[in-house]
Nanobody, 121 residues
Framework: QVQLVESGGGLVQAGGSLRLSCVAS????????MTWYRQAPGKERELVAG???????NYRDSVKGRFTISRDNGKNTVWLQMNSLKPEDTAVYYC???????????????WGQGTQVTVSS
């Protein structure tokens, strides 16, 4: 089995910072893309930031310059450092990863359970 477990969410005032973590555990051979998504009430899930196994990153425009994604391949962990938070960043944040299990050929998508981030004005 493979699990993605997020942590680090919480309540913060506007302008504050939070650091989200996501650890992949279980029977893992390699991880390709690791991504953070978020979903606010009544809205569709949207991509926040992604990072490839080689360190290539991409961000949605609204978080550029404020959020930083990073990963440790040896620890199967991805982080999202969120600075200068705004009320519109309030959402449930989900970790996503493309994971190949031992003896498998293809990468399979996995999701974490989500962690709530609430930014008060």
């Amino acid at each position: 089995q493979v699990q993605l477990v997020e942590s680090g969410g919480g309540l913060v005032q506007a302008g504050g910072s939070l650091r989200l973590s996501c650890v992949a555990s279980g029977s893992i051979d390699s991880i390709n893309l690791m991504t953070w998504y978020r979903q606010a009430p009544g809205k569709e899930r949207e991509l926040v930031a992604g990072i490839s196994s080689t360190g290539y990153t991409n961000y949605r425009d609204s978080v550029k310059g404020r959020f930083t994604i990073s990963r440790d391949n040896g620890k199967n962990t991805v982080w999202l450092q969120m600075n200068s938070l705004k009320p519109e960043d309030t959402a449930v944040y989900y970790c996503y990863a493309d994971i190949r299990r031992p003896m498998w050929t293809n990468y399979i998508p996995y999701w974490g359970q989500g962690t709530q981030v609430t930014v008060s004005s």
